[in-house]
């Protein structure tokens, strides 16, 4: 079990426009996820958390409003980069949680790569 | 801060050698600890997850071992193949966050 899957796998994008990637937990319910970023060369950072039902909390110096998210639902999460630029892209990585206990286990997607042209 | 240091940064061993990885992590209160294999230009690929309760776990060549007082877990992979080439990350799970490594880029010559 502890199944999370993201979609899609690798985006390519005009600059400006907008995309949405998609975290789910398969074979259970995820009160909290998270998302992670990969810049080059560089560990994977956490850039904001989301309970479900709730606003996200961000990272400091993650734009919320470059980045939103939304959790719906107990098994997805989305993230959206608005009006994306080059150097937005990187590699996008969800993590989902079972519950609200901050020190339970995050179980990881495989993550987005996204490329902006 | 909590930091995870992964040393070597690259390793470059021949086919059929054993090698270990090495992950350090500066914060003493750790829930779990993570090993993941990233391809180039791939997804993270989960490979083991030790809790803090724990002191090792075993999937096929590969072991993990976690040493909380030190500060230290071991990624050992046996009878090295060139499939195993990738980049190994690890991930100390903390509070309400996983901290990562840069990584350990492994290449297994034939």
């Known amino acids: 079990g502890a199944v999370v899957s993201q979609h899609p796998s690798r985006v390519i994008c005009k600059s400006g426009t907008s995309v949405k990637i998609e975290c789910r937990s398969l074979?259970?319910?995820?009160?909290?996820m998270f998302w992670y970023r990969q810049f080059p060369k560089q560990s994977l950072m956490l850039m904001a958390t989301s309970n479900e039902g709730s606003k996200a909390t961000y990272e400091q110096g993650v734009e919320k409003d470059k980045f939103l998210i939304n959790h719906a639902s107990l098994t997805l999460s989305t993230l959206t980069v608005t009006s994306a630029h080059p150097e937005d892209s990187s590699f996008y990585i969800c993590?989902?949680?079972?519950?609200?206990?901050?020190?339970?286990?995050?179980?990881f997607g495989p993550g987005t790569r996204l490329l902006v042209l | 801060k909590q930091e995870v240091t992964q040393i070597p940064a690259a390793l470059s061993v021949p086919e059929g050698e054993n090698l270990v990885l090495n992950c350090s992590f500066t914060d003493s209160a750790i829930y779990n600890l993570q090993w993941f294999r990233q391809d180039p230009g791939k997804g993270l690929t989960s490979l083991l997850l030790i809790q803090s309760s724990q002191r090792e776990q075993t999937s096929g060549r590969l072991n993990a071992s976690l040493d909380k007082s030190s500060g230290r877990s071991t990624l050992y992979i046996a009878a090295s193949q060139p499939g195993d080439s990738a980049t190994y990350l690890c991930?100390?799970?903390?509070?309400?966050?996983?901290?990562f490594g840069i990584g350990t880029k492994l290449q297994v010559i034939p």
């Open positions: 993590s989902a949680r079972r519950s609200g206990n901050p020190w339970e286990t995050q179980y």
């Open positions: 074979d259970f319910q995820a009160t909290t």
């Open positions: 991930g100390q799970g903390g509070y309400q966050k996983v901290t």
